[in-house]
């Protein structure tokens, strides 16, 4: 049986942790916002390669680059990360109605916190080991963060978005720890809910990040 | 789209349940998802189609449907639809700021001058 959650309204009615974490929502879109246009500004000024969309000859070895995004590995893990988002409203859900009767099967794998719990946290790991994949293979290709322009804004932006999506992981876990000790319920609801919202951000991001980096030439 | 209410701590403080807490549920979220997924579908479908690749509404299109799916997660996942209107103006102020800052940023460093001219 979980205490009663001590609750910090203000004079608006609100409570205090939502309001914070709104706030810190918006003072992150500012930090996104100036990586995206670093990245923007840099986009087509390296001198040397690889390239993200174009094949590139090295003039001195006349070794020859190809084009080094991987879209369909990136499509791949754009869907893991959507559907991540899902599960984590899923997760929400299962926790403010914990104390809802479940009659059929569907309403109790609907109704387990734990198990959506663990899908959020194993689709933003999987996505993880995409981003590892990419990186490792860009590595091997000639691209690193101090080879070009390119390299070193891209290198940031998607490393400052995997650290970010890292964090989430390391609290979504968090969550499922409280979850098996004493068990998540209603009183819970707002923690979980100040998790999803970070948690939708990170995708939101990587959704103007996909397009802008990633499809757009 | 159907509507499923819940409701924590109503009886704590019945300002905030009016305020923040009707929430979709699976019958929504699914939904969501599947237009979701049919957008990022038909991004990567663009992407690989060489005559809208080279059109010139390519980058409008993407941008567009980007922004879209921007705007469906925020609205349903991040239940900003439903929620006070003050979470709605600390999330939307800093993105007007970032979006300004990001076209500002472009036209200083000369990206969109040659889209726009001087």
Redo the contacts between chains.
Sequence with gaps: MSAPAAHHYTATGLDSRKIAIWAFIGSECMLFASLISTYLIYKGRSRVGPFPHETWVDPTSGHHFHAILNIPVTSASTFTLLMSSLFMVLALSAVQNKNVPKRTTSDRILGSSKLWLWATALAGSTFLGFQAFEFTSFVHEGLTIRTNLFGSSFFTLTGFHGAHVTAGVIWLLTLLSIDYRRGLGPNDALNVDIAALYWHFVDVVWIAIFTLVYLIK | MEQDT?H??AA??P??DH???H?P??ST??K??LI??LI?VG??W???VPSI?NSRV??PA??S??AL??GI??AF??HLKYD?K??RA??T???F???C??IA??FL?G?LVAKFGR
Excluded: Q
Aim: zero cysteines; aromatic letters at 22%.
């Design positions: 819940t924590t701590d704590v403080h300002a905030e305020a923040e807490h929430h549920g699976w979220y699914w969501v998802a979701l997924t990022t991004e990567v663009m992407y690989y690749y390519f980058v993407l941008l449907l980007s799916k921007f997660v925020v996942y991040m006070h003050l979470f600390l999330f102020g800093p993105l700021i970032a979006g800052t990001i940023l472009m460093f990206h």
